[in-house]
Protein backbone atom coordinates (compact mmCIF):
# COMPACT_ATOMS: atom_id res chain seq x y z
CA UNK A 1 0.00 0.00 0.00
CA UNK A 2 1.54 3.28 -0.81
CA UNK A 3 0.59 6.55 0.45
CA UNK A 4 1.11 9.86 -0.57
CA UNK A 5 0.43 12.87 1.84
CA UNK A 6 0.83 16.42 1.80
CA UNK A 7 1.00 19.20 4.15
CA UNK A 8 2.29 22.88 4.62
CA UNK A 9 -1.09 24.21 3.84
CA UNK A 10 -2.64 27.27 5.61
CA UNK A 11 -3.43 30.87 5.44
CA UNK A 12 -0.49 33.26 4.64
CA UNK A 13 -0.66 37.03 4.00
CA UNK A 14 0.01 38.19 0.25
CA UNK A 15 3.74 38.76 0.29
CA UNK A 16 4.43 35.95 2.60
CA UNK A 17 6.09 32.25 2.23
CA UNK A 18 4.80 28.78 3.09
CA UNK A 19 6.75 25.37 2.48
CA UNK A 20 4.82 22.32 1.15
CA UNK A 21 5.99 18.44 2.08
CA UNK A 22 4.65 16.08 -0.28
CA UNK A 23 6.13 12.46 1.83
CA UNK A 24 5.63 8.58 0.22
CA UNK A 25 5.20 5.72 2.12
CA UNK A 26 4.62 2.21 2.01
CA UNK A 27 5.86 -0.44 -0.28
CA UNK A 28 7.40 2.08 -2.84
CA UNK A 29 9.45 1.40 -6.10
CA UNK A 30 11.47 3.84 -6.75
CA UNK A 31 10.46 7.26 -7.53
CA UNK A 32 11.33 8.83 -11.24
CA UNK A 33 9.21 12.07 -10.78
CA UNK A 34 7.67 14.05 -8.61
CA UNK A 35 5.11 16.38 -9.33
CA UNK A 36 3.40 19.20 -7.99
CA UNK A 37 -0.44 20.44 -9.32
CA UNK A 38 -2.83 23.25 -8.36
CA UNK A 39 -6.35 23.78 -9.01
CA UNK A 40 -7.65 26.81 -7.75
CA UNK A 41 -11.90 27.28 -7.53
CA UNK A 42 -13.84 27.27 -11.02
CA UNK A 43 -9.91 26.34 -12.89
CA UNK A 44 -8.80 23.27 -14.06
CA UNK A 45 -5.46 21.84 -12.25
CA UNK A 46 -2.41 23.18 -13.59
CA UNK A 47 0.95 22.17 -13.19
CA UNK A 48 3.58 23.69 -10.57
CA UNK A 49 6.93 22.03 -10.77
CA UNK A 50 8.37 18.61 -10.85
CA UNK A 51 11.69 16.74 -9.86
CA UNK A 52 13.29 13.63 -11.20
CA UNK A 53 15.36 11.07 -9.75
CA UNK A 54 18.19 12.86 -10.81
CA UNK A 55 16.83 16.32 -9.26
CA UNK A 56 16.09 18.13 -12.15
CA UNK A 57 13.76 20.59 -11.79
CA UNK A 58 11.04 21.87 -14.08
CA UNK A 59 8.58 24.47 -13.70
CA UNK A 60 5.53 26.54 -15.05
CA UNK A 61 6.88 29.76 -16.60
CA UNK A 62 4.95 31.99 -14.80
CA UNK A 63 5.94 30.57 -11.44
CA UNK A 64 9.48 30.42 -11.90
CA UNK A 65 11.51 32.52 -9.44
CA UNK A 66 8.99 32.07 -6.93
CA UNK A 67 8.47 28.62 -6.32
CA UNK A 68 11.53 26.03 -6.25
CA UNK A 69 10.89 22.33 -5.48
CA UNK A 70 13.54 19.91 -3.55
CA UNK A 71 13.45 16.92 -2.27
CA UNK A 72 15.10 14.77 0.22
CA UNK A 73 15.24 11.22 -1.07
CA UNK A 74 16.24 9.53 1.91
CA UNK A 75 13.11 10.56 3.59
CA UNK A 76 11.31 10.14 0.07
CA UNK A 77 9.76 13.95 1.01
CA UNK A 78 9.96 16.59 -1.84
CA UNK A 79 8.93 20.25 -0.86
CA UNK A 80 7.53 23.22 -2.76
CA UNK A 81 8.83 26.40 -1.27
CA UNK A 82 6.88 29.42 -1.87
CA UNK A 83 7.43 32.82 -1.77
CA UNK A 84 6.11 36.23 -2.48
CA UNK A 85 2.62 34.59 -2.20
CA UNK A 86 -0.27 36.22 -4.19
CA UNK A 87 -3.93 35.59 -3.90
CA UNK A 88 -3.86 34.00 -7.18
CA UNK A 89 -1.75 32.21 -5.85
CA UNK A 90 -5.29 30.16 -3.87
CA UNK A 91 -4.95 26.67 -4.48
CA UNK A 92 -5.44 23.53 -3.32
CA UNK A 93 -1.79 22.01 -3.92
CA UNK A 94 -1.76 18.02 -4.88
CA UNK A 95 1.51 15.99 -5.30
CA UNK A 96 2.03 12.73 -7.24
CA UNK A 97 4.37 10.04 -7.43
CA UNK A 98 5.19 8.53 -10.77
CA UNK A 99 6.96 4.94 -10.19
CA UNK A 100 7.53 3.16 -13.56
CA UNK A 101 3.78 1.04 -13.37
CA UNK A 102 1.92 3.63 -11.48
CA UNK A 103 1.34 7.35 -10.64
CA UNK A 104 0.11 8.08 -6.92
CA UNK A 105 -1.58 11.12 -5.78
CA UNK A 106 -1.86 12.67 -2.34
CA UNK A 107 -5.28 13.99 -1.04
CA UNK A 108 -3.76 17.20 -1.17
CA UNK A 109 -3.51 20.64 0.59
CA UNK A 110 -5.81 23.79 0.99
CA UNK A 111 -2.87 27.36 0.78
CA UNK A 112 -5.25 30.26 0.74
CA UNK A 113 -3.81 34.13 0.48
CA UNK A 114 -5.26 36.54 2.13
CA UNK A 115 -4.82 39.68 4.09
Known amino acids: QVQVVESGGGLAQPGGSLRLSCAASGNLPPIFLTGWYRQAPGKERELVAT???????EYTDSLRGRFTISRDSAKNVVYLWMRNLKPEDTAVYCC?????????WGPGTQVTVSS
Open 96 to 104: NVNVQTATY
Open 51 to 57: ISRANLA
